[in-house]
């Protein structure tokens, strides 16, 4: 194929790429327009749930069609990119009429930039190919070595002190602590602890990745080995991001630069922030996803496909993401380097890998809803309506309702988060005029921002592991296309720079308390294990949130706050924290007390003595007749 059809092909899919994105913005502008005034306020559901998906679809479809006819007799490219912004800022001005508090009109500003930079310089839909870079200087792969390993030595200071200074809460680290208790006693993973009676977590969450943590628990069967394991998880993404930059080009100095960036990226430390989440797997999984890809290598990519799905039910987000990214690409026409055969490759693994994670999703999900504990939708109340399904509510809100998308995304209490997550990084994974590439924010905005449910858009918490994959990605891709190697270096630099910045001012303070209280009253909280510990193993018991976790070595543990009477009253040993105050609210009366006193009481009345304690902070209560 001649060089002038190649450039021709890549013209016919821009401008069919161009069109259909008019004709919707079109259509979604008419369909906002087609509502009643008192509908059209960006905070509530009523105007998404009025809006109609086929007038939408067929609208778009016959715009798009006209506006291809059109470009037969007369070139209208300009013109249709200029008609993008003109309409986007239509729709923008009546969405700002309805609703425009918060940080709603500057979202909608920073995007008209955005569209009015590719009415002027247009979308670059060729794809250049992987440069391999000259070998590393052993320096770089040394001092690479050394800030992975200061890594996994202060996320390990930081999970683990909050470990031994009863820091780690029952919600989530006392679930996961008597879920490898089972797992290493009969392989499958109970807990009693969880939903007040025994199950298996995967009826909550299907994450068979834990798995792969097991071998190391099997040898050291302790709480604090969960937190070093994730530790070591989050440091081996290293290993795939570093050959990512080799594979596309980057020097030693870059790579390096890369590692570090996502090692003091506040949103990726600081996601150990809550203790051990399967999480933890995405951003290594991904990561090394995106080399075999890249590399066009079957096996590796087959294998973490599996392997991020293996991950949790959601995860299928990510594949299936990837999955799409890969569709479009190849949809657009090959470069003068690239053959049809690899193009071809493109496409099937993009629609093998969409195919498969919507198969996995929709065979987990139908387990969880019909055999599990259910889905957890409310994360999603925001774009949930009339009973809607989930996936259909989130997809016709992002399809008929972007203004509320954006308007949701731009909420006042994501300011924070959307500052530390672009801000470290500059800005790189943007920097592109591969516009394709943008469909892997999807994640971001999919799991992060979206979502009202208010962990999801904090760094300290474990649901930034997916998306950092993906923005560390895109700045590698992006950062390669830069000919120019100095511009590279410096703007890497910076980025490492500036994320060592907020990692020393944001993430470290809040880090370093755990293992500095657990070091200066290392006494106080030997002597509460020891307490603990009186405790025999195979004894049932009932405690307070921050005490599950070290009881956790045992078949039937419950806590206090969340389990039954019937529960409470059945087991043969209750600790309770004498200074809590939540745990005991259920059995308060009339608001004048905190509860203790009133459970205190009941467990009188039932038989129950002291069996030790600790003045001020701890007492064990034992029912009478087991002694």
Not at 264 to 276: Q, R
Request: include cysteine.
């Amino acid at each position: 194929m001649s060089n002038l059809s190649r450039e021709r092909m890549r013209e016919i899919a821009a401008d069919k790429v161009r069109h259909l994105a008019l004709g919707w913005l079109i259509a979604v502008f008419i369909e906002y327009l087609l509502l009643p005034e008192n509908l059209r306020n960006l905070e509530g559901l009523d105007g998404l749930a009025k809006m109609s998906f086929l007038r939408v679809l067929w609208m778009t479809c016959g715009i798009a069609v006209f506006l291809a006819g059109i470009s037969r007799i007369a070139k209208i490219k300009t013109a249709e990119r200029w008609g993008i912004v003109v309409c986007f800022a239509g729709l923008a001005a009546a969405s700002l009429r309805a609703s425009s508090g918060g940080m709603f009109p500057g979202a909608l500003a920073a995007i008209l930039v955005f569209l009015v930079i590719y009415a002027v310089r247009g979308w670059n839909s060729s794809r250049e190919p992987s440069v391999q870079a000259k070998r590393s200087h052993r320096a770089f792969v040394w001092i690479t070595a050394g800030l992975t390993v200061a890594f996994f030595l202060f996320v390990c200071a930081w999970t683990i002190g909050r470990v031994y200074s009863f820091s780690s809460p029952t919600f989530d680290f006392g679930i996961f602590s008597q879920m490898f208790y089972y797992m290493k006693k009969c392989g499958l993973p109970m807990t009693t602890v969880e939903r007040d009676g025994l199950l298996s977590h995967f009826a909550v969450h299907v994450s068979p990745a834990y798995y792969f943590m097991l071998p190391l628990y099997l040898i050291f069967p302790t709480p604090a080995t969960l937190q070093a394991a994730q530790a070591a998880v989050l440091a081996s993404a290293v290993i795939p991001l570093w050959k990512i930059g080799r594979h596309h080009g980057l020097t030693g100095v870059q790579r390096m630069l890369v590692c570090a960036a996502l090692l003091l990226l506040p949103a990726y430390s600081g996601g150990t922030g809550y203790d051990i989440h399967e999480n933890c797997f995405l951003t290594p999984w991904l990561l090394w996803l995106f080399y075999g890809i890249d590399t066009k290598n079957k096996r590796i990519t087959a294998l973490f496909a599996v392997l991020v799905l293996m991950v949790k039910e959601d995860a299928a987000v990510y594949v299936a993401v990837i999955g799409l990214w890969l569709i479009v690409t190849a949809v657009l026409p090959f470069s003068d380097r690239e053959s049809r055969e690899q193009n071809r490759e493109m496409l099937l693994t993009g629609i093998a890998l969409f195919l498969g994670s919507a198969a996995v999703f929709a065979v987990v999900t139908g387990y969880l809803a019909g055999s599990g504990d259910g889905l957890m939708t409310n994360r999603y109340n925001n774009l949930l309506y009339d009973g809607a399904s989930p996936l259909f509510a989130i997809v016709k809100a992002i399809l008929l309702f972007p203004m509320k998308i954006i308007y949701e995304c731009a909420d006042p209490n994501k300011r924070e988060f959307l500052l530390l997550t672009w801000i470290p990084i500059l800005g790189l994974p943007l920097m592109t005029r591969h516009y394709e590439r943008f469909l892997l924010l999807i994640p971001y905005l999919l799991v992060n921002l979206i979502p009202d449910y208010s962990y999801q858009h904090d760094i300290l918490f474990q649901y930034t592991f997916g998306s950092n994959a993906c923005l560390m990605y895109l700045t590698v891709r992006n950062m390669a296309e830069w000919k120019a190697e100095w511009k590279r270096t410096v703007c890497l630099a910076a980025a490492a720079a500036v994320c060592a910045g907020f990692f020393g001012s944001v993430v470290v303070p809040k880090a370093i308390r755990y293992p500095i209280r657990a070091g200066e009253n290392w006494a106080y909280y030997e002597e509460i294990r020891n307490v603990l510990d009186q405790i025999p193993k195979e004894a049932p018991v009932t405690a307070t949130t921050f005490y599950t976790a070290h009881l956790s070595q045992r078949d039937i543990l419950y806590d206090v706050q969340y389990c039954s009477r019937e529960h409470l009253l059945e087991m043969e040993y209750v600790v309770l924290s004498v200074s809590s105050v939540n745990p005991y609210k259920k059995y308060a009366t009339g608001g004048k007390d905190n509860g203790y006193e009133n459970l205190v009481a009941l467990l009188e009345e039932e038989g129950y003595e002291v069996f030790q304690s600790i003045p001020s902070v701890l007492v064990i209560y034992r029912k009478a007749q087991t002694f």
